[in-house]
């Protein structure tokens, strides 16, 4: 497990950035943190760091908002409004975790028994006027990532 300090915004895109580098396609990516944590934050850093320029919203009614990038498609998740069960099949949500894509879900709780195992569970806690990071990888595609990120220089 990686644990680390983040003492500002900044601090969290950065992560985000460095994250960029070390994951491939295949990924479940799950974001765990209470509200204004800096779940999207990270996020944003993330998707700046594959190369997308653009806005990077919160996902709201969809849930979901995919981001086609030149390494990778990724699709954005946010649970936090997730209620019925049967949305997840409606919405095909199983088929959006496949060989191909990055999958980045907020709130990965709410939508708990339907969601495959993480490869990274990411966690953000209030920690002074920043934030404490730690990220675990699950599957062995995840010790590798966390094994990248920490042989990458600062
Ligand atoms: P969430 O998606 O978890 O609800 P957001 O990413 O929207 O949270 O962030 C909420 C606020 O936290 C934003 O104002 C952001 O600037 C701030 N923030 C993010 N990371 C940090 C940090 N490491 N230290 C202090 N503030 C942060
Ligand atoms: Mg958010």
Known sequence: MLKMH???????RALGARLARVIA??????????????KTTLARGLLRGLGYQGRVKSPT?????????????????????FKDP????????NEYFNDTSVCLV???????GLLPVADLDITLEFAGDGRDLSVR????????????LMQMPL
Do not use: I, M, Q
């Open 25 to 38: 396609p295949g990924l479940a990516l799950y974001l765990h943190g209470d509200l204004g944590s800096g």
């Open 61 to 81: 009614y969809a849930l979901v908002e995919l981001y086609t990038l030149s390494r990778l498609n990724l699709y954005h998740f946010d649970f936090y409004r």
């Open 6 to 12: 983040l003492p500002d915004e900044a601090a969290t």
């Open 106 to 112: 907020e709130w990965p709780e709410k939508a708990a």
């Open 86 to 93: 049967n949305e997840w099949r409606d919405a095909g949500f």
């Open 137 to 148: 990888p699950g599957t062995e595609s995840g010790k590798a990532c966390v094994h990248r």
